[in-house]
């Protein structure tokens, strides 16, 4: 099977931190994205009030285009590496209200 591509594929790798107590701000990914979370604990919580809690060597796959807010929770920092797929010019992450 042969898919073709309107757009060139791109691909970010972000290695991220997040300072333990910090709740990062509401947003959402209008691209494909996993994570793996490498130390800490990441609480995810949705608008609707729904929250799912990742530690060290889980995987997540983000909702895309569903606005949530992360926080890190408990005494250590959050440390994660999050892998993007979108398109060329396209923003891996949009902030919201």
């Known amino acids: 099977m042969l898919l073709l591509l309107s757009n060139p594929a791109k691909i970010k790798v972000l290695r991220i931190k997040i300072p333990s107590g910090v709740t990062l701000p509401w947003h959402y990914h209008p691209v494909i994205n996993a994570a793996v979370i490498l130390g800490g604990r ?3 919580y949705l608008k609707n009030g729904t929250s799912k809690s990742f530690g060290p060597g889980e995987a997540l796959v983000e909702v895309v ?17 999050v892998f ?3 398109s060329e ?4 992450t949009v902030l919201s209200k």
């Open 42 to 44: 990441l609480e995810l």
């Open 65 to 81: 285009n569903t606005v949530h807010a992360g926080q890190a929770v408990g005494p250590d920092e959050v440390d994660l590496v």
């Open 84 to 86: 993007y797929a979108g």
């Open 89 to 92: 010019g396209q923003p891996s």
